[in-house]
């Protein structure tokens, strides 16, 4: 572990959390079981971004619901696990199957469930409001909270890094709106 910025730099998979992170962590239940939550645009442009450039972009979440899985999918966000209780079993079988090296993965989460995520990674960040527990335990802490810019803030960081950010904005759109689908 060395300096954050050289190693952000060699960031090869973004990990993310969605309440509290992607969401503020607010959640509106609905009567058919699926929940409506608010996610920040600027947040979401980065996603697709990342994953339009190449990215790795993965979403592990306790959080369920057809409109949470519907973001995704227009984000552009093919590897995603939902209703998840077992993260760290779900995130060693992903670096497993893409060959990611953890030291390597960027965490974000705000949380007690998050914790051990964040231990098994080499760059655990988190929002700015999350738990104080999660802030002791990361390497970065954003100054946006979650659902208010703080995945865009590190994404934003580590493609500037690399030299990839604002490289080319052509077909950062919805992937429901790509005509190559």
């Not at 030291?103 to 760059?123: N, S, T």
């Not at 700015?128 to 390497?139: T, W």
């Amino acid at each position: 572990m060395g300096n954050f910025k050289e190693d952000i730099a060699l960031t090869e998979a973004f990990v993310f959390d969605v309440d509290g992170v992607m969401t503020d962590g607010s959640i509106m239940p609905l009567p058919g079981g699926d929940f409506l939550r608010r996610y920040n645009a600027k947040d979401g442009y980065a996603l697709a971004y990342a994953v339009r450039q190449g990215y790795r972009v993965c979403v592990i979440t306790g959080g369920h619901g057809a409109t949470l899985e519907r973001r995704l999918q227009m984000l552009g966000v093919k590897d995603f696990y939902m209703d998840c209780m077992d993260k760290i079993a779900v995130m060693r079988s992903y670096f497993e199957r893409e060959g990611i090296d953890p030291a390597h993965v960027i965490y974000m989460g705000d949380d007690i469930p998050d914790l051990e995520c964040m231990r098994m990674v080499g760059i655990p960040v988190c929002p700015a409001d999350a738990a104080s527990e999660v802030i002791e335990a990361a390497r970065y802490v954003s100054e946006f909270k979650g659902g208010r810019g703080a995945v865009r803030d590190i994404i934003e960081q580590v493609l500037r890094a690399r030299g990839d950010w604002a490289r080319s904005s052509i077909g950062v759109t919805p992937a429901s709106m790509d005509p190559q689908r």
